[in-house]
Nanobody
Framework: QVQLEESGGGLVQAGGSLRLSCAAS????????MGWFRQAPGKERESVAS???????VYKESVKGRFTISRDNAKNTVFLQMNSLNPEDTAVYYC????????????????WGQGTQVTVSS
């Protein structure tokens, strides 16, 4: 079956960096558009960044210039490099895969990981 496994979360001070990874299995990774979402306590899940099968990217406005999404099809892995983190970035971060379209809408994604916690202290 399809599995997405996130790693790389943790506790970091404001201004610091983290690199999240999401390893995929059970699917033809290169055929799937990938996305990173996050959900903070009491808030809705929101799109952070997405990357198409051809490498096109879309970012949430507040992370542009700080976060970079990338993919390595040979390793079936999608990454999220997060720099200049601030406390507002604190959330559980999820990766997701969708076969049809690059999208910022969670409902368009078919498969989800379990999430990794990112906590940014001030």
């Amino acid at each position: 079956q399809v599995q997405l496994e996130e790693s790389g979360g943790g506790l970091v001070q404001a201004g610091g960096s983290l690199r999240l990874s999401c390893a995929a299995s059970g699917l033809t990774f290169s055929n799937y558009h990938m996305g990173w979402f996050r959900q903070a306590p009491g808030k809705e899940r929101e799109s952070v960044a997405s990357i198409s099968v051809t490498g096109g990217t879309v970012y949430k406005e507040s992370v542009k210039g700080r976060f970079t999404i990338s993919r390595d099809n040979a390793k079936n892995t999608v990454f999220l490099q997060m720099n200049s983190l601030n406390p507002e970035d604190t959330a559980v971060y999820y990766c997701a895969a969708n076969w049809l379209v690059t999208s910022t809408k969670a409902e368009n994604y078919d498969y989800w990981g379990q999430g990794t916690q990112v906590t940014v202290s001030s």
